[in-house]
Nanobody, 123 residues
């Protein structure tokens, strides 16, 4: 069993910053990838960023490159998403997820999910 808990969401003005956190617990040894996904009202869930728990390799969707940074702590059980230069189109519920694969940007490949944290960016 793997449990994920997101935090750090909130309301911010366009151009501002937020840092999301994802605390993992349980049997995390077989979860090699940690990812962030988001879902806006009326839209499908989309991949945002992912990081390898083994070597810190990272991947990003093109729309957030240069603005968002994913990282993991030394204990390998807390993942962060630093979001800078936020835009109204970043408004969504952000979900943390874990996968047993070595690399994946597909939500279907992730085994465990948090409950989500709301990010709202005003104009």
């Amino acid at each position: 069993q793997v449990q994920l808990v997101e935090s750090g969401g909130g309301l911010v003005q366009a151009g501002g910053s937020l840092r999301l956190s994802c605390a993992a617990s349980g049997r995390t040894f077989s979860r090699f990838m940690m990812g962030w996904f988001r879902q806006a009202p009326g839209k499908e869930r989309e991949f945002v960023a992912a990081i390898s728990r083994r070597d810190d390799s990272t991947w990003y969707v093109d729309s957030v490159k240069g603005r968002f940074t994913i990282s993991i702590d030394n204990a390998r059980n807390t993942v962060y998403l630093q979001m800078n230069s936020l835009k109204p189109e970043d408004t969504a519920v952000y979900y943390c997820a874990a996968s047993s694969l070595f690399y994946s940007t597909s939500a279907d490949s992730y085994d465990n999910w948090g409950q989500g944290t709301q990010v709202t960016v005003s104009s």
